[in-house]
């Protein structure tokens, strides 16, 4: 099955600041990466995704990267808010018959301070 | 409408209780999911459905048992279940693989959660 690191656990950053999140996974067939940002007692919530045919993509002050070869993908945050503060996960997806799996990684406390 | 619901929001239950979480979707989603979440920790799989049938079970003991009685809704029934299963279980839906004109991406949106307590 898929396995999904992610780095670092815990990052504290100045407001203004960026911030970058990295992940690996080990299945080659994962064709959809999802980032996730979950507040305290809540959901986890959507903030970008990629699929495996696509380098980067950015929306506003997100943006994420993947390099398929090495099976690495990373989240860029930039000019760091406290709201973003949360902990942020990443995911990777791959297909089995007809259902799909999503696979976490470990998740990363981040914090922004004033 | 982009909501997957699920109730109740919060449960408290004996290991000897008999209770249920639902969830519902009003989105065509044919794909349904239940995850399990500890305090910080992620999500971990638990059971998906694909086509109201059960495609996968990730070794979930049987005091948990799913059910889909139609393709906006699902259920997990909980039984004789451990202090250790108290987390918040989280719903999910999406469309399929190979669902002919739906979204390629296969995003999901999570319901809030039960938060179920085990005494």
């Known amino acids: 099955g898929e396995n999904v690191e992610q780095h670092p656990s815990t990052l504290s950053v100045q407001e203004g600041d960026s911030a970058v999140i990295k992940c690996t996974y080990s299945?080659?067939?994962?064709?959809?990466f999802p980032w996730y940002k979950q507040e305290l007692g809540k959901r986890p919530q959507l903030i970008i995704d990629?699929?495996?045919?696509?380098g980067e993509k950015k929306d506003q002050r997100i943006a994420v990267t993947l390099n398929k070869t090495a099976k690495h993908f990373s989240l860029h945050i930039t000019e760091t808010q406290p709201e973003d503060s949360a902990v942020y996960f990443c995911?990777?997806?791959?297909?089995?018959?007809?259902?799909?799996?999503?696979?976490f990684g470990t998740g990363t406390r981040l914090q922004v301070t004033l | 409408d982009t909501e997957v619901t699920q109730t109740p929001k919060h449960l408290v239950m004996g290991m000897t209780n008999k209770k249920s979480l639902k969830c519902e979707q009003h989105?065509?989603?044919?794909?349904m999911y239940w995850y399990k979440q500890k305090a910080k920790k992620p999500p971990e799989l638990m059971f998906v459905?694909?086509?109201?049938?059960?495609?996968i079970n990730e070794s979930v003991p049987s005091r948990f048992s799913p059910e889909c009685p139609n393709s906006s809704l699902l259920n997990l029934h909980l039984h004789a279940l451990q202090p250790e299963d108290s987390a918040l279980y989280l719903c999910?839906?999406?469309?399929?693989?190979?669902?002919?004109?739906?979204?390629?991406?296969?995003?999901?949106?999570f319901g809030e959660g039960s938060r179920l307590t085990v005494l």
């Open positions: 999910a839906s999406s469309h399929p693989k190979g669902l002919a004109g739906g979204p390629v991406t296969g995003e999901l949106f």
């Open positions: 299945d080659s067939a994962s064709n959809y």
């Open positions: 990629i699929r495996s045919n696509v």
């Open positions: 995911a990777a997806k791959w297909d089995t018959g007809t259902a799909s799996k999503l696979t």
């Open positions: 989105m065509g989603h044919r794909a």
């Open positions: 459905y694909s086509y109201e049938k059960l495609s």
